[in-house]
């Protein structure tokens, strides 16, 4: 099955400044990676995605990259700011799958005045 | 319009008691998935239901762990005999569409399951 692993576990930023979290993936039929942000006491949130074939996506302070020869995607946020802060979750999905995510461990995301 | 629903927000159970957690889905939505998150670990995929196909059980850790979905619609996950592992909180998401596209998964808030 697939594996995802993520990286940091935790990542303290100063407000302005950008936040860069990895993901690497162990299958490569993995066709869709979503990220998704969990606030406390809420349930994650999908804040962007990208398609297998596409390398890049922004929206906003957002962007995901996708390499996929060497089977990792991160996340860049830019221009940090205090509600920034949360865990950020990165995820794939296997072609014909069905719709399941297999997850990474998640990253502590701090933005500091 | 509501978001995904789940009930308890947390439950507090004894070690060998079941417990029953619910989960109402977006009204229109015909998948529905289950997830588990324990403290500092990313969310571990359960079990998946999609329009009246046979679940997708693959991820549930134990015969103790079953769920269902009534209807189409809610959906409740038991745990039998439950043990301090089974400590966590357990999501539940649900989205449009069809095995084999891709739809957001939107989820609820969890239940915070504690087994003493």
């Known amino acids: 099955g697939e594996n995802v692993e993520q990286h940091p576990s935790t990542l303290s930023v100063q407000e302005g400044d950008s936040a860069v979290i990895k993901c690497t993936y162990s299958?490569?039929?993995?066709?869709?990676f979503p990220w998704y942000k969990q606030e406390l006491g809420k349930g994650p949130q999908l804040i962007i995605d990208i398609r297998s074939n596409v390398g890049e996506k922004k929206d906003q302070r957002i962007a995901v990259t996708l390499n996929k020869t060497a089977k990792h995607f991160s996340l860049h946020i830019t221009e940090t700011q205090p509600e920034d802060s949360a865990v950020y979750f990165c995820?794939?999905?296997?072609?014909?799958?069905?719709?399941?995510?297999?997850f990474g461990t998640g990253t502590q995301l701090k933005v500091e005045l | 319009g509501a978001g995904v629903s789940q009930s308890p927000s947390n439950k507090v159970t004894e070690k060998g008691k079941d417990v029953e957690l619910r989960c109402d889905p977006i009204?229109?939505?015909?998948?529905l998935y289950w997830y588990r998150q324990s403290l500092g670990q990313g969310l571990e995929f359960l079990i998946y239901?999609?329009?009246?196909?046979?679940?997708?059980k693959s991820g549930l850790p134990s015969d103790r762990f079953s769920a269902e979905r009534t209807g189409g619609s809610v959906s409740t996950l038991t745990i039998q005999r439950t043990q301090q592992e089974d400590s966590a909180v357990y999501l539940c998401?649900?989205?449009?569409?069809?095995?084999?596209?891709?739809?957001?998964?939107?989820f609820g808030p969890g239940t915070r399951l504690t087994v003493t």
């Open positions: 239901f999609q329009g009246n196909s046979a679940p997708d």
């Open positions: 998401a649900s989205s449009l569409g069809r095995a084999g596209g891709w739809y957001e998964q939107y």
């Open positions: 009204s229109g939505h015909t998948a």
């Open positions: 995820a794939a999905k296997l072609t014909g799958g069905g719709n399941k995510l297999t």
């Open positions: 299958d490569s039929a993995s066709n869709y």
